[in-house]
């Protein structure tokens, strides 16, 4: 079991890996790619290992203005052990975050500092700890709820965990 002191270290070096790799990722040289919107969303379990722990990131081309008190709304399934969850962070979204949970449920919200983000923009959130299902054979989805315009609605997805087992 990993004390508080290991899961801060652990998910900030993961954070500092995850986001370098994420952005060489984004684009190659003079071909720039982005995703459409709402259909680039990710969930991934970083370094993924059945019923351990794991470092989990989510990941989005805006759509609209991610406003500085943006709320991303993820609901995992009852395999996910969401005890250990109690920090999130990010590399791409300036200024900080509040998370709580309730049960299966986990609200992020940016905390009002920072600036908003402008749509096109790939993003990333990761979240840290959470406990990984004993078994990887099923589909497990996860509930993701992203913000819109004050005229529109949030957008609610279904997306499949990937279960990434090594970084390249």
Do not use: C
Not at 8 to 31: C, D, W
Not at 98 to 115: H, I, N, S, Y
Not at 143 to 155: F, G, I, K, S, Y
Request: aromatic share 6%; glycine share 8%; net charge positive.
């Amino acid at each position: 079991m990993f004390n508080k002191i290991a899961a801060l270290t652990l998910f900030f070096g993961m954070l500092l890996l995850s986001t370098g790799l994420a952005q060489s990722n984004v684009s190659a040289p003079g071909k720039p790619v982005v995703a459409a919107g709402r259909d680039s969303l990710a969930v991934k379990a970083l370094r993924a290992a059945p019923g351990k722990p794991s470092l989990y990131e989510v990941s989005f081309v805006t759509t609209d203005s991610l406003s500085v008190n943006a709320l991303i709304t993820l609901t995992f399934p009852r395999a996910f052990d969401l005890s250990q969850l109690e920090i999130a962070g990010s590399g791409t979204i300036n200024g900080g975050f509040a998370l709580t949970r309730k049960g299966q449920e986990v609200q992020v919200r940016r905390t009002g500092l920072g600036v908003p983000i402008p749509p096109g923009k790939k993003v990333s959130l990761q979240l840290g700890l959470i406990g990984n299902p004993t078994s990887f054979s099923a589909s497990h989805q996860v509930r993701v709820q992203l913000p819109a315009t004050r005229a529109a609605a949030a957008t609610t997805k279904n997306m499949d965990v990937q279960f990434i087992t090594a970084l390249k």
